[in-house]
């Protein structure tokens, strides 16, 4: 597994977690769901977001990486 990969996994779970949280708890959940979106949205511009530097010093590779 490569950080791409992972991180679109995690985004992804968080948003899921966050909606069904949300659903079942209680609606400010979606201030998280809000906050992982606006991340990934600034990472477009920017290149960095902080998931990335925690995958790398986790040992993930990048996808080019061999």
């Known amino acids: 597994m490569n950080i791409e990969r992972a991180l679109r996994i995690i985004a992804g779970a968080?948003?899921?977690v966050s909606v069904l949280l949300s659903v079942y708890h209680t609606p400010y959940?979606?201030?998280?769901?809000?906050?992982?979106?606006?991340n990934?949205?600034?990472s477009g511009f920017t290149n960095w977001c902080p998931m990335v530097w925690i995958l790398e010093k986790a040992g993930l590779p990048h996808a080019g990486a061999r």
């Open 40 to 42: 990934l949205f600034q």
């Open 14 to 16: 968080f948003v899921l």
């Open 29 to 38: 959940w979606l201030f998280f769901t809000g906050f992982v979106g606006l």
